[in-house]
């Protein structure tokens, strides 16, 4: 069973900084594409970030200058360094991954989701 594990949520005042860490683990797997998704209370969850095996990466216009996805390979590992944030940003923040387990097909994975709360 493939685990996503995140950490770095918290409070932060408006104009700081937070980086979030997601890590996968399973006995056998190859992760291909990790994302970003966010969601505040009574609003979609959205993508707000997302970056491919090979390393391109592509963000929401709304977080777009202030985040940064990036991964480790080698510790199966998707980052988003959060700059300049706002009260809007805050929302219950889901990591995602596609992961093949073995040789059987692709799927989606899930993290628990870790909070991010923006306030003065």
């Known amino acids: 069973q493939v685990q996503l594990v995140e950490s770095g949520g918290g409070l932060v005042q408006p104009g700081g900084s937070l980086r979030l860490s997601c890590a996968a683990s399973?006995?056998?797997?190859?992760?291909?594409?990790m994302r970003w998704y966010r969601q505040a209370p009574g609003k979609e969850r959205e993508l707000v970030a997302a970056i491919t095996s090979g390393g391109s990466t592509n963000c929401a216009d709304s977080v777009k200058g202030r985040f940064t996805i990036s991964r480790d390979n080698a510790k199966n590992t998707v980052y988003l360094q959060m700059n300049s944030l706002k009260p809007e940003d805050t929302a219950v923040y889901y990591c995602?991954?596609?992961?093949?387990?073995?040789?059987?097909?692709?799927?989606?994975?899930w993290g628990q989701g870790t909070q991010v709360t923006v306030s003065s």
């Open positions: 399973a006995r056998t797997f190859t992760i291909y594409a």
């Open positions: 995602n991954a596609d992961i093949r387990v073995g040789t059987i097909q692709i799927r989606t994975y």
